[in-house]
């Protein structure tokens, strides 16, 4: 079985080809990085008109890697949702276009879901499993118990978690993308037990047992920091030994949020795996304070590979699969959803009125 994945929900235009025998045949990410890193940010619409510009060109991209042609696909998969409504509106018509135009299935894809099941790709993960959802836009904990079926545990009161790393790098004067930005200066911090003693930082939330998330008090902090420094541009170190603080400090939050998350996990359920998944889940130190708490508890940590982290088709493409095998699709008349909540039970989150229960 051959499958197209089409991810069009934030800045990557992005199409793959995947087997339900777990081969990537193709993954073709065009980053719009460039485009937005003048403005700090992503713009919607900029997103939107570059989507539209290079999605023809990406799919074909994927096809002539992979080596096959339209009529040997079985079926198409979409990004239908959370994501910037333009982008995911192009990516999910030129699915819905090929789809009817080759008679295959069409598979409307929650990006979420697609983060979430990326290990199952990789890795074979067997359910149930718990998920550490981090990313510029999200910042959850769930448990998938089973194609579709999600339990939210934990998530933001504010911020995400690479919302924060962004905004805080941009505080710093250092381009977008403000994770990777902030991981690549906070490597040549010289003592990290000096950068960490210069600049503390709040732990929001810790101690208390829920699972929930807050990061923009940390924000604030670095905010604080920066403006006690000497007026002007900031000093190499001065980046450096803040950046090594921050990073430090949201890895062990997320940490501290998880043992919550891991402790009830193992009481309820019969399963040994922590999922980290998202584009923050490519950042080596949190990655290696997951790894210290989870062998803490006799768990597996599975990450994504690098290339698998960020948005891509690749993750669309197998979730479609995912879908299919149980023999499910969608009509074309599906609809874009700008926010679209892995749970849909889980109750809404006093405080949360910037994100909502969208994820």
């Given at each position: 079985?051959?499958?197209?994945?089409?991810?069009?929900?934030c800045?990557?235009t992005?199409?793959?080809?995947?087997t339900?025998?777990?081969?990537?045949?193709?993954?073709?990410?065009?980053?719009?990085?460039?485009?937005?890193?003048?403005?700090?940010?992503v713009?919607p619409?900029i997103?939107?008109?570059?989507?539209?510009?290079h999605?023809?060109?990406?799919?074909?991209?994927a096809?002539?890697?992979?080596?096959i042609?339209?009529?040997e696909?079985?079926?198409?998969?979409?990004?239908?949702?959370?994501?910037?409504?333009?982008?995911?509106?192009?990516?999910?018509?030129?699915?819905?276009?090929?789809?009817?135009?080759?008679?295959?299935?069409?598979?409307?894809?929650?990006?979420?879901?697609?983060?979430?099941?990326?290990?199952?790709?990789?890795?074979?993960?067997?359910?149930?499993y718990?998920?550490?959802?981090?990313?510029?836009?999200?910042?959850?904990?769930?448990?998938?118990?089973?194609?579709?079926?999600?339990k939210?545990?934990?998530?933001?009161?504010?911020?995400?978690?690479?919302?924060?790393?962004?905004?805080?790098?941009?505080?710093?004067?250092?381009?977008?993308?403000?994770?990777?930005?902030?991981?690549?200066i906070?490597?040549?911090?010289?003592?990290?037990a000096?950068?960490i003693?210069?600049?503390?930082?709040?732990?929001?939330?810790?101690?208390?047992?829920?699972?929930?998330?807050?990061?923009?008090?940390?924000?604030?902090?670095?905010?604080t920091?920066?403006d006690?420094?000497?007026?002007?541009?900031l000093?190499?170190?001065?980046?450096?030994?803040?950046?090594?603080?921050?990073?430090n400090?949201?890895?062990?939050?997320?940490?501290?949020?998880?043992?919550?998350?891991?402790?009830?996990?193992?009481?309820?359920?019969n399963?040994?795996?922590?999922?980290?998944?998202?584009?923050?889940?490519?950042?080596?130190?949190?990655?290696?304070?997951?790894?210290?708490?989870?062998?803490?508890y006799n768990?597996?940590?599975?990450?994504?590979?690098?290339?698998?982290?960020?948005?891509?088709?690749?993750?669309?493409?197998w979730?479609?699969?995912?879908?299919?095998?149980?023999?499910?699709?969608?009509?074309?008349?599906?609809k874009?959803?700008?926010?679209?909540?892995?749970?849909?039970?889980?109750?809404?989150i006093?405080?949360?009125?910037?994100?909502?229960?969208?994820?």
């Amino acid at each position: 079985m051959n499958v197209l994945g089409i991810e069009t929900s934030c800045d990557e235009t992005a199409a793959a080809i995947v087997t339900d025998n777990r081969e990537i045949l193709s993954n073709v990410v065009l980053s719009q990085l460039e485009t937005h890193a003048v403005y700090g940010g992503v713009v919607p619409e900029i997103a939107a008109r570059e989507h539209l510009q290079h999605i023809d060109k990406v799919i074909k991209a994927a096809l002539s890697d992979a080596d096959i042609n339209f009529d040997e696909l079985d079926g198409v998969a979409a990004t239908c949702g959370p994501g910037l409504i333009g982008g995911v509106m192009i990516g999910m018509m030129s699915a819905k276009a090929i789809a009817a135009a080759k008679n295959i299935p069409f598979i409307g894809i929650n990006h979420l879901e697609a983060h979430a099941l990326t290990a199952r790709l990789t890795d074979n993960i067997e359910f149930p499993y718990l998920i550490l959802l981090v990313s510029g836009g999200h910042s959850q904990i769930l448990v998938a118990e089973d194609i579709g079926i999600y339990k939210r545990w934990g998530t933001t009161l504010d911020d995400a978690a690479g919302e924060c790393f962004d905004k805080s790098a941009k505080l710093m004067g250092m381009p977008y993308a403000g994770g990777v930005s902030i991981e690549k200066i906070a490597k040549t911090c010289n003592n990290t037990a000096a950068a960490i003693k210069r600049f503390p930082l709040p732990s929001p939330l810790k101690g208390r047992k829920d699972c929930n998330f807050s990061f923009s008090g940390l924000k604030t902090a670095v905010r604080t920091h920066i403006d006690k420094l000497p007026t002007g541009d900031l000093e190499q170190k001065d980046i450096a030994d803040l950046s090594y603080a921050l990073q430090n400090k949201m890895a062990d939050i997320l940490a501290d949020r998880c043992e919550n998350a891991i402790q009830r996990f193992l009481a309820e359920y019969n399963g040994n795996t922590l999922v980290v998944c998202g584009g923050v889940s490519a950042n080596q130190t949190i990655k290696a304070k997951l790894e210290e708490l989870t062998s803490k508890y006799n768990m597996k940590l599975c990450t994504p590979p690098l290339n698998l982290s960020g948005d891509n088709g690749a993750m669309i493409a197998w979730a479609g699969i995912e879908r299919l095998k149980r023999g499910q699709n969608d009509p074309l008349d599906f609809k874009a959803r700008p926010r679209w909540a892995l749970d849909p039970n889980a109750a809404p989150i006093h405080g949360n009125s910037k994100k909502g229960n969208k994820a």
